[in-house]
């Protein structure tokens, strides 16, 4: 063999070591397992079963052997071997989180149990998120190798360094979405992944390896049932129960649907069966599909071509190989279609921006072409297969990839993604948390990003403190001045003439100017006394009067200005008899005639009403002047004066023979001459009875 | 004797006095009794028998001044503005020379909005001689009103150098001086309202309001409380200690402490459940709660109080595109659309880029 040969040999064996990392197997001491003998014998039968599905190295045998183990542990749950050998198991199989507590216990029980327990622990870790406790163990792991195996193993520790790092960031920038399980009616314990929908039908085509595959065989490469092809309808708010599809699309082998055509009538479809496979599609013939048929130009060799996206226009395809020419074992490739549309062209490796030295898997083309989602173990895979995105420029280069982020990319293997037409939606597969077994399959709602919540800006009105408590700013005006009228007061005694007694006599006082009575008030039979309040500024007339008694009369004035003015009027009232006389004080002429004045008529109204009401009183009105004149005119002017009341008593009712006019002129004065107010007294009407 | 000696002359004291005392009304003095009469009732606070005995006294003298003023000023009081601006109108005609009158006018339009025209009356009855300091500090609240922030606070000054204890000119100045973001400044104002009258619940409300922009939050939530201590029932002061404690709330968020902040988070719900407590049409409030459950994660709470808030005001932009946002995490996808669309209609443009993930 040529040195060149074994170089490439050698270097092959590295590089493939260096991308696997195999679990060592730890064989299980029955002195270090027997606790007691009860139980020994069954248990230890466990131990040898599991054990020996452990070494077939293969994905369904750890399964197989975890069962057994698990039963073992039963017996004995600190045997660091058994918790060892357990732990493994659950990472090679569809529930890796759950390994963390056997290889703990196995490493708490024997730190030496084997010798890369550490890279077991930090494994465990990782795929429980918890990346700070992986990456340690990962570290003393990596410092526990000797140079050789350092030089063998770094490039995989890294790697795990490196996913644990990248899982720290993006979980602390994660995606806003919801990822839900699509239910029972899809997802079993079986493995179910690559969802490939028909929207418009609301139809989901799907893989599973189950029980009740075609042919009922498990694929002796990794002891797994065989793939087969389900259906699913969306109805009543639900998936219904998934139909396994029937032969030609699903045979005794692999078959898994890979892409769909828009309209519903191609589909594509994965066969393997000895670790290589190719791409099949099947056309839909009214109602049925036909036997499908290799997709020759896209198929190259006994490489393995896995997953098919097709663009909608039907001219580009995408898809997985792990054939040369490529970045690394699976890699993305496409081929256009001729221009004419009837033949695939010649596939392209899509490069080293979207390839890596690690596996591509799973691929899809969106709807308008222009962005690839894939799945990948480099990149800044968090671990496993994580989803990402690369965008198509115009001038045909990709775009770095992107995670497409935490929680939809896990530790574990997440992969065939997909978007809805709307890209409000995501479908995919993975073995995270919450699954019903093994991968299934799930929706994701995208949310976007943080959508700004508002909240309510305060009242503006309480910012001004009068509308926050408003406050009363009346400043009403003062009352105005009223006039007031300060009264005077006419008080006196009404006594009888003769005796001197008190009399109770009735008192009017009238406004001389305007004839209208202002007041009436009676005097206290026991004293005779009378007050009387009275505005200022008139003229009045008063008069007393009471039965059997002459009235009494006469004027006096208030002056404008007078203010409580005390008018003292004492009145002795005359008796009505004989002899018996009064002064008319309120009967006017005019001067030097002898024509009454209309204010003296109330005056003589009430001597007429008393002449009248006693009919046997006869009176004598006579007239008298001063001394100023001659005897002779001043005897005619009183003459003539006299004469006037008469016949004025004479209109109100008062019968002749009651009355007679007389003058006295000058002869009969009251007062001195000599004076002016004596002249004014003398100066009178007066009315004498003559008879009763 | 000296005992008939006195009576007679206590009998004759009274009686003279009595008499002295008599007096009566003179005529046609009608139009000023009523007036007296009005101002007699206003200060009973009888204004409907006030208004009753001007309007009397109006009709007998229709150009009596001071009872068109006394009337409208009545009139303010039963805050019957427009016909109390008629009336001081008549009286400034009337009355040449009371610059009262244009205080009382002013004073009527600011409560009727017409903040321009107050500024007019206020300076006439300062340029007439009008001595008291609310003149200024009514044109101020109207500058504050037409955002004349700078004349506002020279108003405020003004009313503040006649009355160095003028509370309401202290809390306005703060005001202006925290729309023009000089919100130290207007704490400090607050601070100053609320020492020269300890009553004055609104301005520990707007301290707290301040504070919380200012990020202090505790003093916030201190200043709140104050102005809850004095009016127990100022649902406002609930509202904004609320804010403030979400506020802090999302402060303490950002340094990761999830545990904490949830607890102010439910403090500052509790807070807006006492604002709503105490008015059931607050609607800010129960928007505020439905945006401390959205950080709770209590998307059926914050669902609930955003439908309230609508309920009380089905134009309430805000509350729709929040309670979008809430359906939206309750996957309740059409709804949150339908919520979106209505936010987008009611005018909150960033609604609209949440909608096109609905079609």
Same mark, same amino acid.
């Given at each position: 063999?040529?040195?060149?040969?074994?170089?490439?040999?050698?270097?092959?064996?590295?590089?493939?070591?260096?991308?696997?990392?195999?679990? @060592?197997?730890?064989?299980?001491?029955?002195?270090?397992?027997?606790?007691?003998?009860?139980?020994?014998?069954?248990?230890?039968?466990?131990?040898?079963?599991?054990?020996?599905?452990?070494?077939?190295?293969?994905?369904?045998?750890?399964?197989?052997?975890?069962?057994?183990?698990?039963?073992?542990?039963?017996?004995?749950?600190?045997?660091?071997?058994?918790?060892?050998?357990?732990?493994?198991?659950?990472?090679?199989?569809?529930?890796?989180?759950?390994?963390?507590?056997?290889?703990?216990?196995?490493?708490?029980?024997?730190? !030496?149990?084997?010798?890369?327990?550490?890279?077991?622990?930090?494994?465990?870790?990782?795929?429980?998120?918890?990346?700070?406790?992986?990456?340690?163990?990962?570290?003393?792991?990596?410092?526990? %190798?000797?140079?050789?195996?350092?030089?063998?193993?770094?490039?995989?520790?890294?790697?795990?360094?490196?996913?644990?790092?990248?899982?720290? &960031?993006?979980?602390?920038?994660?995606?806003?979405?919801?990822?839900?399980?699509?239910?029972?009616?899809?997802?079993?314990?079986?493995?179910?992944?690559?969802?490939?929908?028909?929207?418009?039908?609301?139809?989901?085509?799907?893989?599973?390896?189950?029980?009740?595959?075609?042919?009922?065989?498990?694929?002796?490469?990794?002891?797994?049932?065989?793939?087969?092809?389900?259906?699913?309808?969306?109805?009543?708010?639900?998936? !219904?129960?998934?139909?396994?599809?029937?032969?030609?699309?699903?045979?005794?082998?692999?078959?898994?649907?890979?892409?769909?055509?828009?309209?519903?009538?191609?589909?594509?479809?994965?066969?393997?069966?000895?670790?290589?496979?190719?791409?099949?599609?099947?056309?839909?013939?009214?109602?049925?599909?036909?036997?499908?048929?290799?997709?020759?130009?896209?198929?190259?060799?006994?490489?393995?071509?896995?997953?098919?996206?097709?663009?909608?226009?039907?001219?580009?395809?995408?898809?997985?190989?792990?054939?040369?020419?490529?970045?690394?074992?699976?890699?993305?490739?496409?081929?256009?279609?001729?221009?004419?549309?009837?033949?695939?062209?010649?596939?392209?490796? %899509?490069?080293?921006?979207?390839?890596?030295?690690?596996?591509?898997?799973?691929?899809e083309i969106s709807s308008d072409g222009r962005d690839l989602y894939f799945s990948s173990k480099g990149h800044n895979s968090m671990g496993g297969y994580d989803v990402f995105k690369t965008h198509r420029e115009d001038d045909g280069t990709w775009t770095e990839p992107e995670n497409i982020g935490y929680p939809i990319n896990t530790p574990g293997d997440d992969v065939f993604f997909m978007l809805s037409p709307n890209e409000k939606f995501g479908y995919y597969a993975s073995d995270r948390k919450g699954g019903y077994g093994d991968k299934d399959i799930y929706e994701i709602v995208f949310l976007g990003p943080e959508k700004p919540i508002q909240t309510a800006k305060e009242n503006p009105n309480d910012l001004i403190a009068y509308f926050a408590e408003p406050i009363s700013e009346a400043d009403i005006e003062k009352p105005v001045n009223i006039k007031v009228i300060q009264l005077s007061t006419v008080k006196g005694i009404v006594t009888d003439a003769l005796s001197g007694e008190p009399v109770k006599a009735t008192l009017e006082l009238v406004d001389n100017a305007t004839g209208e009575v202002v007041k009436v008030v009676e005097s206290y039979a026991s004293t005779g006394a009378y007050t009387v309040p009275l505005p200022p500024g008139k003229d009045y007339a008063l008069t007393a009067g009471a039965p059997d008694y002459f009235f009494h009369s006469e004027n006096f004035v208030i002056a404008d200005t007078s203010t409580h003015e005390i008018i003292r009027k004492d009145i002795q009232l005359q008796p009505m008899g004989v002899g018996a006389k009064i002064v008319l004080n309120n009967v006017f002429f005019d001067t030097g005639k002898s024509t009454l004045r209309p204010v003296s008529f109330p005056e003589l109204n009430r001597l007429a009403e008393l002449l009248v009401k006693y009919k046997n009183v006869r009176v004598e009105i006579s007239g008298h002047t001063d001394s100023q !004149?001659?005897?002779?005119?001043?005897?005619?002017?009183?003459?003539?004066?006299?004469?006037?009341?008469?016949?004025?008593?004479?209109?109100? !009712?008062?019968?002749?023979?009651?009355?007679?006019?007389?003058?006295?002129?000058?002869?009969?004065?009251?007062?001195?001459?000599?004076?002016?107010?004596?002249?004014?007294?003398?100066?009178?009407?007066?009315?004498?009875?003559?008879?009763? | 004797?000296?005992?008939?000696?006195?009576?007679?002359?206590?009998?004759?004291?009274?009686?003279?006095?009595?008499?002295?005392?008599?007096?009566?009304?003179?005529?046609?003095?009608?139009?000023?009794?009523?007036?007296?009469?009005?101002?007699?009732?206003?200060?009973?606070?009888?204004?409907?028998?006030?208004?009753?005995?001007?309007?009397?006294?109006?009709?007998?003298?229709?150009?009596?001044?001071?009872?068109?003023?006394?009337?409208?000023?009545?009139?303010?009081?039963?805050?019957?503005?427009?016909?109390?601006?008629?009336?001081?109108?008549?009286?400034?005609?009337?009355?040449?020379?009371?610059?009262?009158?244009?205080?009382?006018?002013?004073?009527?339009?600011?409560?009727?909005?017409?903040?321009?025209?107050?500024?007019?009356?206020?300076?006439?009855?300062?340029?007439?001689?009008?001595?008291?300091?609310?003149?200024?500090?009514?044109?101020?609240?109207?500058?504050?009103?037409? &955002?004349?922030?700078?004349?506002?606070?020279?108003?405020?000054?003004?009313?503040?150098?006649?009355?160095?204890?003028?509370?309401?000119?202290?809390?306005?100045?703060?005001?202006?001086?925290?729309?023009?973001?000089?919100?130290?400044?207007?704490?400090?104002?607050?601070?100053?309202?609320?020492?020269?009258?300890?009553?004055?619940?609104?301005?520990?409300?707007?301290?707290?309001?301040?504070?919380?922009?200012?990020?202090?939050?505790?003093?916030?939530?201190?200043?709140?409380?104050?102005?809850?201590?004095?009016?127990?029932?100022?649902?406002?002061?609930?509202?904004?200690?609320?804010?403030?404690?979400?506020?802090?709330?999302?402060?303490?968020?950002?340094?990761?402490?999830?545990?904490?902040?949830?607890?102010?988070?439910?403090?500052?719900?509790?807070?807006?459940?006492?604002?709503?407590?105490?008015?059931?049409?607050?609607?800010?409030?129960?928007?505020?709660?439905?945006?401390?459950?959205?950080?709770?994660?209590?998307?059926?709470?914050?669902?609930?109080?955003?439908?309230?808030?609508?309920?009380?005001?089905?134009?309430?932009?805000?509350?729709?595109?929040?309670?979008?946002?809430?359906?939206?995490?309750?996957?309740?996808?059409?709804?949150?659309?339908?919520?979106?669309? @209505?936010?987008?209609?009611?005018?909150?443009?960033?609604?609209?880029?949440?909608?096109?993930?609905?079609?």
């Amino acid at each position: 063999m040529k040195l060149k040969t074994i170089i490439s040999l050698l270097l092959l064996i590295i590089l493939f070591q260096s991308f696997s990392y195999a679990q @060592k197997f730890v064989k299980v001491k029955k002195s270090e397992y027997k606790i007691e003998d009860e139980g020994f014998k069954e248990a230890w039968k466990h131990v040898k079963k599991g054990s020996h599905f452990f070494k077939m190295n293969k994905k369904g045998a750890f399964s197989e052997a975890l069962n057994d183990y698990l039963t073992a542990l039963n017996y004995n749950e600190d045997n660091a071997a058994l918790n060892y050998l357990t732990g493994i198991c659950y990472l090679k199989t569809a529930e890796p989180r759950k390994a963390l507590k056997y290889l703990d216990n196995a490493y708490f029980n024997y730190a !030496g149990v084997s010798e890369d327990i550490q890279y077991w622990l930090g494994m465990a870790y990782q795929y429980n998120y918890q990346f700070e406790d992986a990456v340690e163990n990962y570290e003393e792991y990596r410092e526990s %190798l000797t140079a050789k195996q350092y030089k063998k193993l770094q490039y995989k520790i890294n790697k795990r360094i490196e996913e644990c790092e990248s899982g720290q &960031k993006l979980m602390n920038d994660s995606v806003r979405c919801f990822v839900d399980n699509l239910g029972d009616g899809i997802n079993t314990k079986a493995p179910e992944y690559s969802p490939v929908f028909f929207f418009r039908d609301s139809i989901l085509y799907f893989t599973s390896r189950r029980e009740n595959t075609t042919g009922g065989k498990k694929n002796p490469y990794n002891k797994m049932y065989y793939e087969d092809v389900y259906i699913s309808k969306y109805e009543n708010g639900k998936w !219904g129960d998934a139909q396994q599809m029937d032969y030609p699309v699903n045979t005794k082998h692999n078959d898994a649907v890979t892409d769909i055509s828009p309209e519903g009538r191609e589909l594509c479809i994965y066969r393997g069966y000895k670790g290589g496979g190719d791409l099949y599609n099947s056309q839909y013939k009214g109602d049925y599909w036909k036997k499908p048929g290799k997709m020759n130009r896209i198929n190259k060799g006994n490489f393995r071509e896995s997953s098919v996206s097709v663009s909608r226009d039907s001219m580009v395809l995408y898809f997985i190989s792990n054939r040369k020419g490529g970045q690394g074992r699976q890699d993305i490739w496409v081929s256009y279609k001729t221009q004419d549309g009837k033949k695939w062209q010649s596939p392209e490796n %899509l490069g080293p921006v979207v390839n890596t030295k690690y596996n591509e898997e799973t691929v899809e083309i969106s709807s308008d072409g222009r962005d690839l989602y894939f799945s990948s173990k480099g990149h800044n895979s968090m671990g496993g297969y994580d989803v990402f995105k690369t965008h198509r420029e115009d001038d045909g280069t990709w775009t770095e990839p992107e995670n497409i982020g935490y929680p939809i990319n896990t530790p574990g293997d997440d992969v065939f993604f997909m978007l809805s037409p709307n890209e409000k939606f995501g479908y995919y597969a993975s073995d995270r948390k919450g699954g019903y077994g093994d991968k299934d399959i799930y929706e994701i709602v995208f949310l976007g990003p943080e959508k700004p919540i508002q909240t309510a800006k305060e009242n503006p009105n309480d910012l001004i403190a009068y509308f926050a408590e408003p406050i009363s700013e009346a400043d009403i005006e003062k009352p105005v001045n009223i006039k007031v009228i300060q009264l005077s007061t006419v008080k006196g005694i009404v006594t009888d003439a003769l005796s001197g007694e008190p009399v109770k006599a009735t008192l009017e006082l009238v406004d001389n100017a305007t004839g209208e009575v202002v007041k009436v008030v009676e005097s206290y039979a026991s004293t005779g006394a009378y007050t009387v309040p009275l505005p200022p500024g008139k003229d009045y007339a008063l008069t007393a009067g009471a039965p059997d008694y002459f009235f009494h009369s006469e004027n006096f004035v208030i002056a404008d200005t007078s203010t409580h003015e005390i008018i003292r009027k004492d009145i002795q009232l005359q008796p009505m008899g004989v002899g018996a006389k009064i002064v008319l004080n309120n009967v006017f002429f005019d001067t030097g005639k002898s024509t009454l004045r209309p204010v003296s008529f109330p005056e003589l109204n009430r001597l007429a009403e008393l002449l009248v009401k006693y009919k046997n009183v006869r009176v004598e009105i006579s007239g008298h002047t001063d001394s100023q !004149g001659s005897l002779g005119l001043n005897q005619k002017l009183s003459q003539r004066r006299a004469q006037s009341v008469v016949d004025y008593i004479l209109t109100r !009712g008062v019968n002749l023979a009651q009355i007679v006019a007389v003058g006295y002129g000058e002869t009969l004065p009251r007062a001195d001459n000599s004076t002016a107010s004596g002249r004014q007294l003398n100066r009178r009407v007066e009315a004498k009875v003559l008879e009763k | 004797m000296k005992k008939i000696l006195l009576i007679l002359f206590i009998s004759y004291f009274s009686l003279h006095s009595f008499a002295q005392r008599k007096k009566i009304t003179a005529s046609g003095q009608d139009a000023e009794l009523a007036y007296n009469a009005g101002v007699k009732s206003f200060l009973s606070q009888d204004y409907i028998n006030a208004i009753a005995s001007l309007d009397k006294a109006v009709e007998l003298k229709p150009n009596f001044g001071k009872a068109f003023y006394n009337r409208g000023v009545v009139k303010n009081e039963l805050k019957d503005y427009e016909s109390a601006i008629a009336d001081l109108s008549v009286a400034a005609q009337l009355e040449k020379n009371m610059p009262k009158v244009y205080f009382a006018r002013g004073f009527s339009r600011v409560n009727i909005n017409d903040y321009k025209g107050a500024v007019q009356d206020f300076t006439q009855a300062l340029l007439q001689g009008y001595k008291k300091p609310n003149a200024y500090y009514y044109r101020g609240v109207a500058y504050l009103k037409l &955002k004349n922030y700078n004349e506002a606070i020279s108003d405020f000054n003004k009313a503040i150098a006649v009355n160095s204890g003028y509370a309401y000119a202290f809390h306005d100045r703060g005001s202006a001086k925290r729309l023009k973001g000089n919100l130290e400044g207007a704490a400090g104002d607050y601070r100053k309202a609320a020492q020269v009258d300890s009553q004055l619940y609104f301005a520990y409300n707007n301290l707290g309001s301040v504070l919380n922009e200012l990020k202090k939050f505790d003093d916030a939530v201190k200043a709140y409380t104050k102005a809850l201590s004095i009016n127990p029932e100022y649902y406002e002061s609930y509202n904004g200690r609320g804010l403030a404690k979400y506020a802090e709330g999302l402060q303490i968020l950002s340094q990761d402490k999830k545990k904490e902040a949830d607890k102010i988070f439910n403090d500052a719900v509790s807070d807006f459940k006492k604002a709503v407590n105490f008015n059931n049409t607050y609607a800010e409030a129960y928007n505020n709660m439905g945006v401390v459950r959205l950080k709770l994660s209590d998307f059926k709470g914050a669902d609930e109080a955003f439908t309230k808030a609508i309920s009380i005001n089905g134009k309430y932009a805000e509350a729709y595109a929040n309670r979008g946002t809430a359906r939206e995490n309750l996957r309740q996808f059409k709804a949150a659309c339908n919520d979106w669309n @209505k936010a987008v209609e009611l005018g909150i443009s960033h609604s609209e880029k949440y909608i096109k993930g609905c079609k």
